[in-house]
């Protein structure tokens, strides 16, 4: 028993040794809140558009479009806490009856705090913007056009099945929004004939009464040297969420993509969520002010919109902005 003083010394050492540990760190989280933010996986996200683009032209009606389905759904049922098909007929504007899916996943189904994110998954009928007019009725790939948001959100999504993120989030994959009349028909000006996925969600949310405090649209988001600018209902229905986002991509060194200038009013997906459902929503979307015709990036709507745009870079930047804006939320 010589020994016990020094054992009962020792003890009370490795105790209050211990103890001031324990109140250190619960100091330092108290008085400055540490996040660690997932980093985004562009390889990872490239697979995504890759196996999406894989499957042909995902236009409404056609088996590749059902396949494409079940394997977005398939993805979130997996990544999510809980995911789900929302299937609808809608009215195209030659009167063909599209049957529809929307595909939907959800992080932190209980919390009212929530953020959208969101991308059409869906791909063109009409290559009409092709500078050969053999392809105007072919359909698209759309890799950069559909395939890119999506990927990118399939990434996010499969990193927050291995962080929760502070928030709820409900990633929703629209389809049937790019159906708009060909450019070259008499139809061209209905522009209530694009987005009938996200006019249908934003008329009947999956959830009743379901509100999200913003939203984040994609789409084109994953071709080289992309330039994002402010666009027009962004601007007009959620500057907030724009400086936000646009700060947030700014800080972690991605200026080069994302710019402080206006980029005129798109009929996009954000519009009917800000004016349906009235969720303030941006788009990110990549515009092209020295474009001859189109106004967006290069290949758009033609037979060229393959993996060959796809740039892991661009993926890479827009999903870390999304990460980190998720993960800053309270
Ligand atoms: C129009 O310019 C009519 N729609 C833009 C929305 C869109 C089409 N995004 C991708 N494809
Ligand atoms: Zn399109």
């Known amino acids: 028993m010589k020994y016990r003083f020094e054992i009962i010394l020792l003890l009370v050492m490795i105790f209050s040794a211990c103890g001031d540990n324990q109140n250190k760190s619960h100091k330092s989280t108290e008085s400055k809140k540490i996040i660690s933010i997932p980093q985004f996986d562009a390889d990872s996200a490239f697979q995504f558009v890759k196996h999406q683009v894989d499957f042909g032209p995902r236009v409404p009606n056609t088996t590749e479009h059902s396949a494409c389905a079940q394997y977005l ?94 928030v709820g989030i409900d990633i929703v994959l629209f389809d049937a929004e790019d159906y708009g009349p060909p450019q070259d ?34 789409d084109m988001v994953g071709a080289s040297d992309a330039r994002f600018y402010m666009e027009g209902f962004s601007l007009y229905y959620a500057p907030g969420v724009l400086k936000k986002v646009w700060n947030t991509a700014h800080r972690i060194g991605y200026e080069n993509y994302f710019y402080f200038e206006e980029g005129g009013y798109i009929d996009d997906d954000h519009k009917y969520i800000n004016e349906i459902i009235n969720i303030p929503t941006i788009d990110i979307i990549h515009m092209d002010k020295e474009s001859a015709n189109s106004s967006f990036f290069e290949y758009w709507h033609t037979v060229k919109d393959n993996m060959d745009v796809i740039d892991k870079t661009t993926l890479n930047v827009v999903g870390q902005t999304l990460l980190t804006v998720i993960f800053e939320e309270q």
């Not at 098909?85 to 929307?102: C, E, P, V, Y």
């Not at 008499?186 to 913003?214: C, I």
């Open 73 to 166: 759904y398939g993805k979130l049922e997996v990544y999510c806490d809980t995911a789900m098909i929302q299937s609808f007929k809608t009215r195209a504007f030659d009167g063909t009856i599209l049957h529809a899916k929307n595909i939907i996943g959800s992080f932190n189904p209980e919390n009212y705090n929530r953020v959208l994110l969101c991308a059409h998954w869906d791909s063109r009928p009409f290559a009409d913007y092709d500078p050969d007019p053999a392809n105007h009725r072919k359909p698209i790939l759309g890799a950069n056009d559909g395939a890119s948001g999506v990927g990118v959100l399939l990434e996010v999504a499969r990193q927050l099945q291995s962080q929760s993120p502070p």
């Open 185 to 218: 028909t008499q139809r061209d000006t209905e522009m209530d004939y694009w987005g009938l996925g996200s006019q249908y969600w934003s008329a009947n949310p999956h959830v009743p009464g379901y509100f999200a405090k913003y939203g984040i649209l994609l």
